[in-house]
């Protein structure tokens, strides 16, 4: 952004004496003459298409542009002349700037990152965190150099190992989305199951999240949020569900299947605190300790959590999940290594879900 520091230019132009406020005009078009820290129009024509806007004068080697933000449209021959100087410059929006480079940063470092393989999961997954959690942006250094470089704007607390649940942190977890079911708004919505946001549009969650046999079909999802405390009807941060995409092979109670893509009634708008989480593309990942987060119980049959909690959950043998999940009424077949997978805790009892319960 352009603050105290001054913008360096190499300009082909007549130095005018108009002042701040004075009137200035381009093609038939009135506008006024503003330091450009004051003009988002000509910041933003800037940083998106590297043209710039035009120039009434410098005031302490500050440029101060002719600015057309929350000015009418009007044409050169219904303002008198004699009101206003108009600035005489070369080129108005093809000048040369020495010091403001092109947007071009170096490659997230590789130990932040991985190489793409051409897998769209994991690839739009390198993409969000090039765009959203190492961002290239403008900044300047002491000699008032404007040049672009990576920002690290990554919320992950390394916690180590989490005995029991644990309130996340702010930002913490930017994926994440409680789910809401009902109609209308306040207190007739209930907010039940969690899920994932994994692109602009779409939501991952359980198969069993879809619907609730009390309030019905899951009708919003709320994004960006930490406490439950914080819902508010009119937060741009809640949006409706547009289509519920189950998969074709869960059939509720079973739990064979048990998931589920919510497609949102608008795109989501990306930032560093709303991004998308990765999807596994591969087998041969590192996953014998995973963190689990959720609103759900923290106690068996107690309330709800008000905070985001996250715990870590160790991942058994297979013995271990077979054994634990014989087959009974909602699992016919037993446990299922080929779709299915199973952590827990030895000790305690732990998880996000309903019922917690250690194997």
């Known amino acids: ?30 506008g006024t003459c503003v330091n450009i820290v004051n003009c988002p129009s000509a910041v933003a024509g800037i940083h998106k ?14 440029p101060i542009v002719c600015c057309f933000d929350n000015v009418r449209t009007s044409t050169a021959t219904t303002f008198s002349p004699k009101s206003f100087q108009e600035p005489t410059t070369i080129d108005d929006y093809d000048y040369y700037h020495e010091n403001i480079e092109e947007k071009t940063c170096k490659p997230v470092p590789p130990e932040l990152t991985a190489p793409r393989t051409g897998q769209k999961a994991w690839d739009k997954c390198l993409e969000y965190q090039e765009k959203l959690v190492y961002p290239c942006e403008m900044s300047q ?45 306040g207190e007739n919505i209930h907010w039940l199951c969690g899920g994932s946001l994994i692109s602009d549009k779409f939501i991952l969650t359980a198969g069993h999240c879809i619907a609730d046999r009390i309030y019905g ?19 741009p941060n809640k949006y409706g569900i547009k289509t519920i995409i189950k998969h074709p092979g869960y059939q509720s109670p079973n739990k064979y299947n048990d998931i589920a893509l919510l497609e949102l009634d608008r795109r989501v ?17 590192k ?18 959590s ?8 160790t991942k058994f043998t297979l013995t271990e999940c077979e054994e634990n999940f014989p087959p ?32």
């Open 1 to 30: 952004m352009f603050g105290a520091a001054p913008l360096r230019l190499m300009l082909a132009l007549c130095a005018l004496a108009s002042a701040t406020h004075d009137v200035c005009i381009k093609d038939g078009v009135f």
């Open 49 to 62: 298409s590297h043209k710039m806007p035009k120039i009434c004068r410098f005031e302490q080697m500050e």
């Open 141 to 185: 250094d002491l000699s008032s150099v404007t040049k672009w470089e990576r920002r690290t704007k990554c919320y992950r607390i390394a916690d180590g190992l989490i005995v029991g649940g644990k309130d996340a942190a702010k930002n913490e977890f930017s994926h994440m989305a409680l789910l809401g079911y009902g109609k209308g708004s």
């Open 217 to 235: 079909v899951v009708t919003f999802a709320y994004l960006n949020l930490l406490n439950r405390s914080e819902i508010a009807d009119n937060s």
């Open 269 to 285: 708008h990306l930032d560093e605190y709303t991004v998308p989480a990765c999807l596994p593309v591969s087998d041969h990942m």
């Open 287 to 304: 996953d014998d300790v995973a963190m689990a987060t959720g609103w759900g119980l923290t106690a068996y049959e107690g309330s709800t």
């Open 306 to 313: 008000n905070a985001l909690q996250k715990v870590n959950l």
């Open 328 to 359: 009974s009424r909602n699992m016919r077949n037993g446990y299922d290594a080929a779709t299915q997978t199973c952590y827990g805790d030895r000790i305690e009892a732990k998880d996000t879900c309903q019922v917690s319960k250690k194997i």
